[in-house]
């Protein structure tokens, strides 16, 4: 019974590149969340999606992140052009389908941390 | 938005003692969640406790909604519970569904 799985689980780009962070929900779950965790910070929401929707993108930096969640396949989180400032671990949670999303509890992954050089 | 103040900030104990780990949240909340996160960066789900008392071992959590607190406590201690323990909750009237963190409690638990 597979929890949520993440990948990688560390990602080292320099500066400028794309960074893709992957995510598979637990079985069952059709809604997905992003967080960002900051150095010796709490985690920050990013996104919330379910399957081939985003539903609150409020906490997206504007520019350069995107986040999608397609019919078939995992959640990507991208990251374009990537600086310094974007080095951090990033966490992806599921819940399950039904119901009313926010209810019901959210099952974290282990994160992917990423690294800017 | 809703403001998630974790305390104390820092605490340190020594093996087999007991702690109370608090979290203040400022509005009605539908979803509370605690968390450890272990020192390999690992976030370990503790307890889904929207109101009520509940036990898993030496932890167990309340939450008193109608007062928007929540405690954790830790009995017996041991050195595997280092790390830092979050509280996380969801506004009851929110149109979307984020999790809202604390800062956080760091433990460290000496032998």
């Known amino acids: 019974n597979a929890g949520v799985m993440q990948n990688p689980r560390h990602l080292v780009r320099r500066r400028g590149q794309e960074a893709r962070l992957r995510c598979s929900p637990m079985?069952?779950?059709?809604?997905v969340y992003w967080y960002r965790q900051l150095p010796e910070e709490g985690l920050k929401f990013m996104v919330y999606?379910?399957?081939?929707?985003?539903?609150?993108e409020s906490g997206m930096p504007k520019e350069r992140f995107s986040a999608e969640f397609p019919k078939e396949g995992p959640s990507i989180l991208r990251i374009q052009q990537v600086v310094r400032g974007d080095s951090a671990a990033y966490f992806c949670a599921s819940s399950p389908s039904g119901g009313i999303g926010g209810n019901q509890p959210q099952h974290f992954g282990d994160g992917t941390r990423l690294s800017i050089l | 938005g809703i403001q998630v103040e974790q305390s104390p900030p820092d605490l340190i104990l020594q093996e087999g003692a007991n702690s109370t780990l608090r979290c203040n949240f400022s509005?009605?909340?539908?979803?509370l969640q605690w968390f450890h996160q272990n020192p390999w960066g690992q976030l370990i789900n503790l307890f889904y406790?929207?109101?009520g008392t509940k036990q898993n071992g030496r932890l167990s959590a309340t939450t008193v909604a109608t007062e928007r607190y929540s405690l954790l406590y830790i009995s017996s201690s041991q050195t595997t519970d280092s790390g830092v323990y979050f509280c996380a909750v969801r506004l009851r009237e929110t149109s979307g569904s984020r999790l809202t963190f604390g800062e956080g409690t760091q433990l460290t638990v000496n032998p």
């Open positions: 406790i929207p109101s």
């Open positions: 509005d009605s909340v539908n979803n």
């Open positions: 999606l379910q399957k081939e929707n985003i539903i609150d």
């Open positions: 079985k069952g779950h059709s809604h």
